[in-house]
């Protein structure tokens, strides 16, 4: 069973996605989350040029979309990062550990030319595991 996850006030989806998607797998859910930018409500960027205003704000979605299917950051197994200038990395990386360094999922960064949204600079997306 797949259950589409789209919480309130984020930005409308465009297209055919969900921003996230909770699947039955047993005794455990998994819960797959889109790739989620700093934008607003409005589809509008969030802290332009800001690395690490934008990974807040992403990682703090990420935490709602996990929450809505009833999971937490703590579930987190796998996370994809598409970082528009690597250069930036380090910047990306101290907000990331705030959120991550006790879990220690297994990780992906691609350095990318750019988003579907101009002044989005980083993207990431997640795969968790949790219980019923």
Known sequence: MKTQINPANFTKTVGAYSQGLKVDVGDKVMIFVSGQLAMDAEGNPVAPDDISKQ????????????????????????????????SKFSQFTVVR????????????????????????????????IAEK
Do not use: W
């Open 55 to 86: 990974t807040r704000y992403i990682f703090e979605n990420i935490k709602k979309i996990l929450a809505e299917a009833g999971a937490k950051l703590e579930d987190v197994v796998k996370v994809q990062i598409f970082m528009t200038d690597i």
């Open 97 to 128: 550990n705030e959120y991550l360094e006790h879990i220690k999922p297994v990780s992906t960064l691609v350095e990318i030319s750019k988003t579907v949204k101009a002044g989005c600079d980083v993207e990431v997306e997640v795969i968790a």
